[in-house]
């Protein structure tokens, strides 16, 4: 059981260059979120999804794009990279509801740290 | 909106000390609270969960406490070591028919000297 995996898990990118984060969990979890990690700034919401082919914009969705064509996957895209996002990107995932079966526990992935130049 | 505070910010203890950090929070219709620590550098473990319905939970050296009534979740470690130095974070669950709202606290960064 591998939990919730990040790639990559560390980037450098100059300004303007695009690039995908994947966010990959073997749960079988509904639920799935982006985070960035910022000093100073804790974690901020990018964009969530609750379920296969849906999507949803969180705090700070400017400049990112996601998609979730896949039940396990949650992608996000920067489509034209800015200094300002640099910073680590965490995923996460839970199921729905909390059954007997399902806490609804909260897993995140290792993060992954971007850098743009 | 929910908010969440968690006290101290930032916490020095000599190793062996039982020590307790704080979480507060403005609205009781929560789901579930998580308690997570972050080592430098690295991404969050989940330590305890409580469901509203609950308590406290323990797991070893950790205890958490949750009073809804009050707006508040304890984290008890007791025996500090060293390895304990971490950021220590509790998230709220809002639960509902929504994306289950999750709310950050800001974090207690624990140092604990040998």
């Known amino acids: 059981n591998a939990g919730v995996t990040q790639t990559p898990k560390f980037r450098v990118l100059k300004t303007g260059q695009s690039m995908t984060l994947l966010c990959a969990q073997d749960?079988?979890?509904?639920?799935m979120y982006w985070y960035r990690q910022d000093p100073g700034m804790g974690l901020r919401l990018i964009h969530y999804?609750?379920?296969?082919?849906?999507?949803a914009k969180g705090e700070v969705p400017d400049g990112y794009n996601v998609s979730r064509l896949k039940k396990q996957n949650f992608l996000l895209g920067l489509e034209s990279a800015a200094p300002s996002q640099t910073s680590v990107y965490f995923c996460?995932?839970?199921?729905?509801?909390?059954?007997?079966?399902?806490?609804?526990?909260?897993?995140f992935g290792e993060g992954s740290r971007l850098t743009v130049l | 909106k929910q908010e969440v505070t968690q006290i101290p910010a930032a916490l020095s203890v000599p190793e062996g000390e039982n020590l307790v950090l704080n979480c507060s929070f403005t609205?009781?219709?929560?789901?579930?609270l998580q308690w997570f620590r972050q080592d430098p550098g690295k991404g969050l473990t989940s330590l305890l969960l409580i469901q509203s319905s609950q308590r406290e939970q323990t797991s070893g050296r950790l205890n958490a406490s949750l009073d809804k009534s009050s707006g508040r979740s304890t984290l008890y470690i007791a025996a500090s070591q060293p390895g304990d130095s971490a950021t220590y974070l509790c998230?709220?669950?809002?639960?509902?028919?929504?994306?289950?709202?999750?709310?950050f606290g800001q974090g207690t960064i624990l140092t604990v000297h040998p």
């Open positions: 999804s609750v379920g296969e082919g849906t999507t």
């Open positions: 996460a995932s839970r199921y729905s509801w909390d059954t007997t079966s399902h806490t609804g526990e909260l897993f």
């Open positions: 609205d009781s219709a929560i789901y579930n």
């Open positions: 749960m079988n979890h509904e639920y």
């Open positions: 998230v709220l669950n809002a639960g509902g028919t929504s994306y289950g709202k999750l709310t």
